[in-house]
């Protein structure tokens, strides 16, 4: 028996020994010979990926459902959440997995004593969390990138409060411009890569950008805490050595796309969406062109095309008739239903916003369906086709962003400079961005001569906001302008405020997803959602009485 016994021991302990050995070797085969631990990676093989998705976002919102919203352009089909507002359960995943990344290469960048990447991923961590707090709230801050080590606290973090994110945001600019302050050998020595795909390893333009953002966040916030927004944004201003800005479109945060395939392409272009339909279906708002057309603006030639086939209505025109001639569509008043709006602009006509269930029909389009190409109505200029281009740029910061917000600094009172000088300047920076600055003192000379309102002023930088409208609805949701109006076929009969938090969050971490719907105010456009509403007002809002 105790023979069978030691035979039945030996071949357990074979066996363990093989299976052992097996599961080494799985361990072995399992681990990517190529790949790189967290621990070990140098942030450059990262870097382009952080600053190519947070710049790719900017498009993707500025040219997509917030230029719907801040109305520079409308959708002919397929346009629910472009034109109508039709939003739900919509995810910031995008934005976390970002910040993720940007947490290892700032992590590695201190254990290298890298202070240019640092620096860089100081810039891209306010930045993204930036974009998350002013776009939802509240959000997972303090504890949302520490779920690898452990405990309830990191796993379901709660939410901060957005006072508290943009304090954190300003923080981490602030020191972001003192890190940044090397000499640019060492910047490149540590770019070795050349990965940075928006400054080149520029340590002084990221510097500019990280003070920019700095007066973009004093400005967010000036409506809840003006003496702070004001000491701030004059701190920066009085010292141009120690917090130097974007002055000047050479120092624009920008990144261009290599449109070598349909990832890394103009997202409307008809060169790898090869039925062209991302790029048809997007036309100009009525809003946008009119703004434009009353002010003599040049910038309409660059952004839009003029109407394929205009429209000629006249009772001089015999009965029935409903024709094309020489590129004109002649039709006569008797062809046209009683109470159906028409644009006869011989030139720009834009979609008016929200026009209805099929907006491809608009200015008695014939046989218009879901998406049909409208040549009654000018689409946006050709030059969105193309994958790539010397003005298809993801534009993360911009000279003229930053007058306008000095501008608007001086019209508070603070001492920043003249505010029409300032005015001017924004101007300026916006035509030279889009190649007609040789037009600009002919544009001033006209109805966008400086008035010294606020309303102008905006609405300037509304218009400047052209492919990067989400930094235009910011401003909207603080000042009320430009002062839009929802379309018939809207869900609300204003515009919304925020996006919804989404439901995995609400059900995951309910208890935390929770506390910050509840810090939410609700306006007379909730319901019926509940406060968590893309009509109700974050802490930013709260009690400022704008928009609504």
Known sequence: MKIATNKLIATLALSTAFLLGCQDDLINKNENPNG????????????????????????????????????????????????????SNQSWAEYYNILRDNKVIYERAVAMDFPFHQGVALVMRAYNFGMITDLWGDAPYTNALNASEGGNENLLP????????????????????????????????ENIYGTDVIYGGDPLQWRRFANSLMLRYYMRISGKEPAMAQAGVEKIVSDPDQYPIITSIENDATMSYVGNGSDDAWPSNSVFDLGGSQYTRIQMCETLVDALQTR????????????????????????????????????????????????????????????????AGYNLNAGAGQGSANPHVSAISDMYRDATGPMLLARLASAAEVHFILAEAALNGWAVGDAQTLYNAGVKASLETWGVGDQYEAYLAGPAAFDGTLEQLITQKWIASWTAATEAWFDYRRTGFPALEAGDAARRSALPLRFYYMQDELTVNESNAMEAVNRLEETAFTSPDGKNSAWSKPWVLQGTGEPY
């Not at 900017?58 to 397929?78: E, F, P, R, S, Y």
């Not at 003192?178 to 060492?186: G, I, K, P, R, W």
Request: hydrophobic content about 40%.
């Open 158 to 189: 709660a939410f901060d409060t957005q006072d508290v994110i943009y304090e954190g945001i300003l923080a981490d600019l602030e020191m972001a411009n003192t890190v940044l302050a090397v000499d640019e050998s060492q910047a490149q020595n």
């Open 296 to 359: 003599n603006d040049p910038r309409i030639a660059v952004w839009a095309e003029k109407v394929e086939v205009p429209l000629v209505v006249s009772d001089t025109l015999s009965a029935e008739t409903n024709t094309i001639v020489d590129g004109v569509r002649y039709i006569s008043p008797d062809q046209i239903p009683p109470g159906i709006p028409y644009n006869t602009d011989p030139e720009y006509v834009g979609l008016p916003p929200a026009v209805g269930n099929i907006p």
């Open 36 to 87: 790189v631990s967290p621990d070990n990676v140098h942030p450059n093989l990262m870097l382009a990926t952080v600053l190519t998705e947070s710049s790719r976002n900017v498009v993707d919102l500025g040219c997509g459902n917030i230029a719907g919203v801040m109305q520079h352009t409308q959708k002919n089909g397929w346009a629910g959440g472009h034109n109508n507002y039709d939003w």
